[in-house]
């Protein structure tokens, strides 16, 4: 079955650091990747995604490329701030719906002054 | 702004009393999902509705209900909470318009639900 695997946390840095979190999937096919971020006591929001191989996403300065050949879609930033502290969860979709989305373990940030 | 609104944020109930947790979209997405997440791990699947089909997880409890009575709203229904149902509720949505490729899901800011 399908799987993502992240690097484990917690991962604490300093503000303007920057940020690497990796993620690595396990999928027949070809699946949309993406990437969520969930601040404390919030839902989760789409941060980025991307549907096909070499495919980069990005947004509010954060960045993945969809790497088929090494199974890999690794999330960074280049200048880290504190608000950026949240649980970032690596994600992905085989299929329109259902259980075929599955999400990683999540790893969480946290950013110091 | 379309969005995911879940109802209430926060939910005490009594062990034993069932309870209601209500989600709303404006998305006019057609499927709809139900999450329940502990301790910032990833969510888990309990059920979710492609249109009106109800789809169920074969491990969530018997204990968990959902409805939808319409495309905008979906309920989950807990008939006899446990003090390990407490957890955040997550409600999600996404659009299936017959493409192959993996939409992303849209959630709601949570119903984080106690049980005394």
């Known amino acids: 079955g399908n799987s993502v695997t992240q690097m484990e946390g917690p991962v604490t840095l300093s503000e303007e650091a920057f940020l690497t979190i990796n993620c690595t999937y396990t999928?027949?096919?070809?699946?949309?990747l993406f990437w969520y971020v969930q601040y404390p006591g919030e839902g989760l929001q789409l941060l980025l995604k991307?549907?096909?191989?070499?495919d980069k996403g990005s947004n509010k300065g954060f960045e993945a490329t969809y790497r088929k050949e090494t199974t890999s879609f690794h999330l960074e930033k280049g200048s880290v701030q504190v608000s950026d502290s949240a649980v970032y969860f690596c994600?992905?979709?085989?299929?329109?719906?259902?259980?075929?989305?599955?999400f990683g373990p999540g790893t969480r940030l946290s950013v110091l002054p | 702004d379309a969005m995911v609104i879940q109802n209430p944020r926060y939910q005490v109930t009594q062990f034993g009393k069932p309870v209601t947790l209500s989600c709303s979209q404006t998305?006019?997405?057609?499927?709809m999902y139900w999450y329940q997440q502990k301790s910032s791990q990833a969510p888990k699947l309990l059920f979710h509705y492609y249109d009106k089909d109800f789809n169920n997880e074969a491990d969530t409890p018997d204990n968990f209900q959902s409805r939808r009575p319409n495309t905008s709203f979906c309920f989950l229904d807990i008939r006899s909470p446990g003090l390990g149902d407490a957890a955040m509720y997550l409600c999600?949505?996404?659009?299936?318009?017959?493409?192959?490729?993996?939409?992303?899901?849209?959630f709601g800011d949570g119903t984080r639900l106690s049980i005394l």
């Open positions: 994600a992905l979709s085989d299929r329109g719906y259902g259980q075929n989305f599955v």
């Open positions: 998305l006019n997405h057609n499927v």
């Open positions: 991307a549907t096909k191989a070499d």
């Open positions: 999928a027949t096919g070809y699946p949309s």
């Open positions: 999600a949505t996404s659009s299936v318009l017959g493409t192959a490729v993996g939409q992303p899901q849209h």
